[in-house]
T-cell receptor
């Protein structure tokens, strides 16, 4: 079975602090995909990143960076120099991509990040 | 930029009533999904739809739920007899392919359903 665990339910930081959101996944499939989505207070889901299981290279996009480690089944997300606008719920998700006609996402429970000025 | 559009943004309905949530996926996409998020909880998969039929559904998607693509552009979720516990945010998503390079589902902004 597939599962995504986000152990941190809520994190509060002060602006300009760095913050890391943890994500641990479980799957027996060798081919899978990992995602991060942001859900701001307005409620929509905003895609941030997709990573496939064969690419363990870390990625940086502006203030965002992602650390994928298959050895620990983790896909952690770091925001550098956090800003108030980063306040949102962040979801990690997993897709095993084994079926030709469905590609459902399995979400973690989310981490609520509050950035205070 | 193409986007998935959902209507209405908020719907209030009485328990026992039928409700239809509407979605317009991105025009060249072939795979369609509905997800649900009960307030404060995680996003849960309901159903996926491809080639005019359901390709996978979760345990949540019981006989009270149905999906349809009536006219080649809309994708609807119907709940026949709503219960209080159906109150949630419902997200529609679409993707162009399930193959690795295209495995990105685009989500709509959601419809908040409130059953009273």
């Amino acid at each position: 079975a597939q599962k995504v665990t986000q152990a941190q339910t809520e994190i509060s930081v002060v602006e300009k602090e760095d913050v890391t959101l943890d994500c641990v996944y479980e799957t027996r499939d060798t081919t899978y995909y990992l995602f991060w989505y942001k859900q701001p207070p307005s409620g929509e889901l905003v895609f941030l990143i997709r990573r496939n299981s064969f690419d363990e290279q870390n990625e940086i996009s502006g203030r965002y960076s992602w650390n994928f480690q298959k050895s620990t089944s983790s896909f952690n997300f770091t925001i550098t120099a956090s800003q108030v606008v980063d306040s949102a719920v962040y979801f990690c998700a997993l897709s095993v991509g084994r079926s030709y006609n469905t590609d459902k996402l399995i979400f973690g429970t989310g981490t609520r990040l509050q950035v205070f000025p | 930029e193409p986007e998935v559009t959902q209507t209405p943004s908020h719907q209030v309905t009485q328990m026992g009533q039928e409700v239809i949530l509407r979605c317009v996926p991105i025009s060249n996409h072939l795979y369609f999904y509905w997800y649900r998020q009960i307030l404060g909880q995680k996003v849960e998969f309901l159903v996926s739809f491809y080639n005019n039929e359901i390709s996978e559904k979760s345990e949540i998607f019981d006989d009270q739920f149905s999906v349809e693509r009536p006219d080649g552009s809309n994708f609807t979720l119907k709940i026949r007899s709503t219960k209080l516990e159906d109150s949630a945010m419902y997200f529609c998503a679409s993707s162009s392919d399930t193959r690795p390079v295209n495995t990105e589902a685009f989500f709509g902004q959601g419809t908040r359903l409130t059953v009273v």
